[in-house]
């Protein structure tokens, strides 16, 4: 069974960085991990699920949301079986739970919609103040 399991998050000053881990561990249903491609979503109360920035382990292609393309950046080590977002000149408007999805199935390219991540994590919780 896979788990999924973020961590770094927290109260951070507008104007800062902030690094969120992803962390996946145990067997996807015999789907090799080379296959895997791995995004952050994140989310505020009453809003839809919204793409931040998705990655293929086999290669590192990314794809980042044009409205986090200036400040965001994804990065994986596959020794340790994490991913990272990196998130630069934080604002107020970045206040969101930010969840991790794995798509184990070896896709020809990278998902921005939330159905296609089959394994999720619980999310972290990044707060924005002035």
């Known amino acids: 069974q896979v788990q999924v399991v973020e961590s770094g998050g927290g109260s951070v000053q507008s104007g800062g960085s902030l690094r969120l881990s992803c962390v996946t561990s145990g067997d996807a249903f015999n789907y090799p991990p080379d296959n895997y491609g791995v995004a952050w979503f994140r989310q505020v109360p009453g809003k839809e699920r919204e793409f931040v920035a998705a990655i293929k382990w086999r290669n590192g292609e990314s794809l980042v949301a044009d409205s986090a393309a200036d400040r965001f950046t994804i990065s994986t080590n596959r020794f340790v079986q994490t991913t990272y977002l990196h998130i630069n000149k934080i604002q107020p408007a970045d206040t969101a739970v930010y969840s991790c999805?794995?798509?184990?199935?070896?896709?020809?390219?990278?998902?921005?919609?939330?159905?296609?991540?089959?394994?999720w994590g619980q999310g972290t919780q990044v707060s924005v103040f002035a």
């Open positions: 999805g794995l798509n184990p199935r070896d896709w020809a390219s990278l998902s921005r919609s939330p159905a296609d991540y089959l394994f």
